[in-house]
């Protein structure tokens, strides 16, 4: 049977139909859940980049080996790299900050020193301050996907940073959770884009509608609301949907 009748035999018909109804059904649901997601909300996240120790341990050294750091001595080193994201679709303005955030670290920790490295977008006017065991943000104004990355030099670093704050309309900030399927690897969410894309020409040149609403129903299941949830890829979706 050649592929062509193969896609129109009465059978798969009636099995395409059964598809179809499910399909549309969960369309339905997919664009309610979409709706509700857009809708004006806050959020902000925070994201641990990376925590690396950049010298190892001194404690089984001849105790007459002292390592320091300006003139402090220091038993490790670890580089710390946290990102704050505004992952809501609604701006955080600096009136709205109760109690500005804070980069925590663990009791024992002593900071070497730390520093805003990016912006997103650039030109974000994001200062800090330190103390002892925390970095403490200034408040800024954060629009919809703007992210501050800050890097911190650690000593004494046993547990995560955590990042603390109040601010009005956000009840909690939260670790990023990469929810996204793809979010590991851009090349692996990109060509499955693609080879989705390639199927829905396929099904459109044999001119089968169901196999088209199946396809793009897979894609918006497997790819876009999953990767809608992860702030990495709001703004791809951003700038593909809207320019």
């Keep these: ?73 220091i038993s490790d080193v670890w580089l710390a790299l946290i990102s704050i994201i505004n992952d809501g679709n609604s701006p955080i303005t600096a009136e709205e900050y109760v109690k500005s955030l804070s980069i925590e670290l663990n009791s024992e920790a002593v900071i070497l020193s730390s520093e805003v490295v990016e912006t997103i977008p650039k030109g974000i006017d994001a200062r800090i301050n330190s103390t002892i065991d925390r970095v403490t943000l200034e408040p800024v104004l954060l629009n919809a996907f703007d992210s501050i990355t ?11 940073p955590q990042v603390v704050g109040r601010i009005v309309g956000i009840s909690k900030i939260r670790q990023a959770d990469h929810r996204g399927v793809f979010n590991s ?42 990767t809608s949830y992860d702030y990495k890829y709001k703004n791809l979706w951003k700038r593909f949907m809207f320019g």
Excluded: C, H
């Design 150 to 160: 800050i890097k911190i030099l650690v000593s004494n670093l046993y547990s995560n």
């Design 185 to 226: 690897s851009w090349q692996l969410f990109f060509w499955s884009s693609l080879l989705l894309l390639v199927l829905l020409f396929f099904a459109a040149w044999i001119k089968s509608m169901l196999l088209v609403v199946g396809i793009f129903i897979a894609w918006l299941v497997i790819i876009y609301v999953p």
């Design 1 to 73: 049977m050649p592929m062509y009748d193969f896609w129109r035999d009465p059978l798969w018909q009636s099995v395409g139909a059964l598809i179809s109804l499910a399909g549309i059904f969960i369309s339905i649901v997919i664009a309610l859940v979409i709706f509700l997601l857009q809708r004006n909300r806050k959020s902000l996240v925070f994201d641990i980049v990376a925590v690396t120790r950049l010298s190892p341990s001194f404690e089984n050294i001849d105790n007459n080996i002292q390592i320091s750091y300006k003139g402090n001595i």
